[in-house]
Every structure is written in structure tokens, then in C-alpha cells.
């Protein structure tokens, strides 16, 4: 469902179930997403954290349809994305009667080294 949204397209991103059935998405390197040389520009993994979370919500039951209104998000950037593949995946902390909490990570090769993580914080559509 995310991967239709104009923005996801622009950035080729595309959606992925890990062995447990969770969702999360996949940005295949392009050179359209560099920043520096031979790096992802970090605006292209904030956005990619912000519809990871999007995704999470998207598929969560207990969630009505409607669009969720942002809060706030907090991108922490831990090291520099390379040129190559790059996946999120995000999960829901709290699911409150008008706010939800959303955790995500963003890693390139090894999923247990992201290369950023982000909160971000949703107001419920009732």
C-alpha cells in the first residue's frame, strides 16, 4: 500500500514480509538518492524511516482507516548510507486512543547495524 503513494515511487521504494510476517519496505540504490559521493542523502533515509513507520500503522489491526496526522518524528543518524540496497522496518510501541508511538530502524547489509533509527509519534484518525 505504501509503495503507491507518489513519494515511495519516486524513491523506488517497494514492499517486503521478513520470515516472521512482518512488513517493512526495500529502497533499491539509485543515483538519483546521492548525497555526497557514494552516499544515500540522508533526506532519502528520513523518508525512508517516516513510510517504514507509516507501513507498520498501515497494516496494524485496531487501527481505523483514515489518514494518521504527524506529530513529530526524531531521525537519529548513526553512520553514512553507502550506495547499496537499503531496507526499514518499523513497529508499533503504543497504540493510544488518540496518539500512536512508532519505533523504526534502517540498516544496508546487516540488519543488527542500521545505519539510522527513528521515533515518530501519530495522531490517531478517529
Same mark, same amino acid.
Given at each position: 500500500?505504501?509503495?503507491?503513494?507518489?513519494?515511495?515511487?519516486?524513491?523506488?521504494v517497494?514492499?517486503?514480509?521478513d520470515?516472521?510476517?512482518?512488513?517493512g519496505?526495500?529502497?533499491?540504490?539509485?543515483?538519483a538518492?546521492?548525497g555526497?559521493?557514494?552516499?544515500?542523502?540522508g533526506g532519502?533515509?528520513?523518508?525512508?524511516?517516516?513510510?517504514?513507520?507509516?507501513?507498520?500503522?498501515?497494516?496494524?489491526?485496531? /487501527?481505523?482507516?483514515?489518514?494518521?496526522?504527524?506529530?513529530?518524528?526524531?531521525?537519529?543518524?548513526l553512520?553514512?548510507?553507502?550506495m547499496?540496497?537499503?531496507y526499514?522496518?518499523?513497529?508499533?510501541?503504543?497504540?493510544?486512543?488518540? /496518539? /500512536?508511538n /512508532?519505533?523504526?530502524?534502517c540498516?544496508q547489509s546487516?540488519?543488527?547495524?542500521?545505519?539510522?533509527?527513528?521515533?515518530?509519534?501519530?495522531?490517531?484518525?478517529v
Open positions: 500500500m505504501i509503495e503507491r503513494a507518489p513519494y515511495a515511487q519516486m524513491l523506488g517497494r514492499e517486503w514480509t520470515a516472521e510476517g512482518n512488513p519496505l526495500f529502497m533499491p540504490a539509485a543515483p538518492l546521492e555526497r559521493q557514494g552516499f544515500l542523502y532519502v533515509i528520513g523518508s525512508l524511516l517516516e513510510l517504514a513507520c507509516l507501513a507498520a500503522l498501515s497494516g496494524a489491526q485496531d /487501527v481505523p482507516d483514515g489518514r494518521p496526522r504527524p506529530i513529530n518524528i526524531t531521525i537519529d543518524f553512520r553514512g548510507g553507502l547499496i540496497d537499503t526499514a522496518q518499523a513497529r508499533i510501541v503504543r497504540l493510544g486512543k488518540r /496518539v /500512536v /512508532v519505533d523504526a530502524a540498516w546487516d540488519r543488527d547495524s542500521p545505519i539510522a533509527t527513528g521515533r515518530m509519534h501519530l495522531l490517531r484518525s
